[in-house]
T-cell receptor, first 115, second 112 residues
Framework: DGGITQSPKYLFRKEGQNVTLSCEQN?????MYWYRQDPGQGLRLIYY???????QKGDIAEGYSVSREKKESFPLTVTSAQKNPTAFYLC??????????????FGSGTRLTVV | AQSVTQPDIHITVSEGASLELRCNYS??????LFWYVQSPGQGLQLLLK??????LVQGIKGFEAEFKRSQSSFNLRKPSVHWSDAAEYFC??????????FGDGTTLTVKP
């Protein structure tokens, strides 16, 4: 079955470390997104990509980086510059084009905790 | 910039009772609107969407929503709630470049 796989499900980071969250999809979707979820704050967009080798900053990109070397993969790195990284991270994809709108398919999330 | 407001942070209903979750959006043109549901520790699942046409849209699990342009609203309804409907519900609007803006969510508790 097609879907989005996020790994790991739980991740612990020490102060000053960079960590990378994995997101892989086999839906043949062009667009992929990373959102951060904090209690009571809904979802906030970190980065998005609509095509391989191209990505754009979202509303809260500071302290994060991404790459899109393959259509299927959109990893997110939480750098040491992100001062408050403890959150639930959600990856999503959609077959978005300028002519076709669609909803998102979400992964099951990665919970990152700073220790 | 577009925005979404879900006025109710938490709603409690009895099993079998009707449900309405409110959503108001701010956007200058015709929006693309969505309702998603999230169980604890999980990703979001699409319940229904409105792109154009009939303003009353049907979704999965017996949910429906009505788009009212004059009120900038897209409220979610269900005639009879089941205990399994307890979850967090998010309204979202896609206004440009495929990026969706989400509301802060409404947590639904179902009493036996």
């Amino acid at each position: 079955d097609g879907g989005i796989t996020q790994s790991p499900k739980y991740l612990f980071r020490k102060e000053g470390q960079n960590v990378t969250l994995s997101c892989e999809q086999n839906l043949n979707h062009d667009a992929m997104y990373w959102y951060r979820q904090d209690p009571g704050q809904g979802l906030r967009l970190i980065y998005y990509s609509q095509i391989v080798n191209d990505f754009q900053k979202g509303d809260i990109a500071e302290g994060y980086s991404v790459s899109r070397e393959k259509k299927e993969s959109f990893p997110l790195t939480v750098t040491s510059a992100q001062k408050n990284p403890t959150a639930f991270y959600l990856c999503a994809s959609s077959p978005y084009t300028l002519d076709v709108r669609s909803s998102y398919t979400f992964g099951s999330g990665t919970r990152l905790t700073v220790v | 910039a577009q925005s979404v407001t879900q006025p109710d942070i938490h709603i409690t209903v009895s099993e079998g009772a009707s449900l309405e979750l409110r959503c108001n959006y701010s956007y200058g043109a015709t929006p693309y609107l969505f309702w998603y549901v999230q169980s604890p520790g999980q990703g979001l699942q699409l319940l229904l969407k409105y792109f154009s046409g009939d303003t009353l849209v049907q979704g999965i699990k017996g949910f429906e929503a009505e788009f009212k342009r004059s009120q900038s609203s897209f409220n979610l309804r269900k005639p009879s709630v089941h205990w399994s409907d307890a979850a967090e519900y998010f309204c979202a609007v896609e206004a440009n470049a495929g990026k969706s803006t989400f509301g802060d969510g409404t947590t639904l508790t179902v009493k036996p």
